[in-house]
């Protein structure tokens, strides 16, 4: 599996990373209830297929996904890359120390490999912040420093603390293009390598549901839909006909090109230069086995046009805010 470097951090990630944000939940959390035999079979399995990257967070299921993804990787530690996060509330400095040692209890590991803000800092001092991810990382118990949902002007702010960013983890896939307009660039510009996440727009672009209708209300929370849906929180109109017809030509392509729509998906992300590792989200092997081949398919520049070129009118149409689940008014990646 092709590795690719993060920053100057010194550390190389698989191309294809596994996104754990449903690990340890259960019925009533967001993904609903994950068994643990199928996180174990599908984290050796990655390492098995030379995948290193897992993406955690302290917010998943309380600290359950941190955990189960801890026990799936004991006795194999080694062999991975381990990112998690903390959360925008949790950075003032005695209080970020705490929960960067909670992660590690539930993670069961004495080092974390890339540890990011979850989203960008509004209530403490920046600069606080990062000088102590820097103290931790002199202590060792962060090998990395990176952030997650940061806009340019979040991230021009944090870089001028001196601190040395090596990864910027965003949404970005087939439907949902905006850190093209500014962020991207500017990550590329200051050698902070892109993490895309939701690279299947939570499962809606592997093609697996007919209509939109069919797509369960919680994963139209996004801009793509109607704000009026039940679930959704960011008052904008959506772009409902726009993503039909997204939907439609992926499905032709995918026909032509003879790749699953799904990995066609993957693999558009992972040629878009700047982008270090997709995150997807697997939940069974299955869906490894489905995932996993996307990282060998190179798409031919042709291709790649003729999916940018589909895209676009959506690109247009939503604009250049890329935290896809609030309105541009209220907006957290600025
Ligand atoms: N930094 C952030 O703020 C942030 C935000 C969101 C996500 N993330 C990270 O990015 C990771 C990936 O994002 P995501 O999980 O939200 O979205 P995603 O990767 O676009 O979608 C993953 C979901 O789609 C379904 N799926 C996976 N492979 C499939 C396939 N081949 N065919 C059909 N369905 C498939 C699975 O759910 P079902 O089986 O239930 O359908 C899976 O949980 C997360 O796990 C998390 O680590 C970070």
């Known amino acids: 599996m092709d590795k690719r470097p993060c920053g100057k951090s010194g ?5 294809l990373g596994i996104g754990c ?87 069961g590991t004495d080092y974390i490999d890339i540890y990011f803000l979850h989203w960008a800092i509004t209530k403490h001092s920046v600069p606080d912040a990062f000088a102590t991810l820097a103290e931790l990382q002199s202590e060792g118990k962060i090998r990395s420093i990176a952030v997650s949902n940061f806009g340019p002007k979040q991230l021009t702010e944090a870089l001028e603390t001196g601190a040395r960013i090596d990864v910027n983890q965003l949404c970005y896939n087939l439907a949902s293009r905006a850190i093209e307009v500014g962020i991207l ?27 939109l209708d069919d797509i369960p209300p919680e994963r139209t929370r996004t801009l793509h839909f109607s704000g009026e849906r039940p679930e959704s929180r960011h008052g904008e109109p959506g772009a409902e006909e726009e993503m039909c017809r997204v939907l439609a030509g992926m499905r032709e392509i995918s026909r032509e090109e003879d790749i699953a729509m799904d990995q066609l998906a993957l693999a558009w992300t992972m040629a878009k230069p700047g982008v270090a590792s997709v995150l997807v989200g697997v939940r069974n092997m299955q869906q490894l086995e489905a995932n996993a081949p996307a990282a060998d398919i190179s798409l031919s520049p042709e291709t790649v046009t003729k999916l940018d070129e589909l895209t676009e009118p959506l690109l247009q149409k939503l604009g250049a805010n890329a935290d896809y689940f609030q309105g541009a008014a209220n907006s957290r990646v600025r």
């Open 11 to 15: 550390i190389d990630v698989s191309v």
């Open 21 to 107: 944000w449903a690990y340890g939940g259960e019925e009533e959390d967001y993904w609903g209830a994950q068994a643990q035999s199928d996180v174990d079979v599908v984290v050796r399995g990655a390492l098995d297929q030379g995948i290193n990257y897992f993406d955690t967070a302290e917010a998943y299921n309380d600290g359950r996904s941190e955990e189960s993804l801890g026990k799936a990787l004991r006795g194999r530690r080694g062999e991975a890359v381990i990112g998690t996060k903390v959360s925008p509330g949790n950075t003032e400095p005695s209080v970020l120390r705490e929960h960067c040692d909670a992660s590690l209890q539930r993670l």
């Open 185 to 211: 660039p500017l990550c590329r510009q200051h050698d902070i390598a892109v993490f895309a996440y939701m690279p299947l727009l939570q499962g809606i672009l592997s093609g697996k549901y007919e209509t």
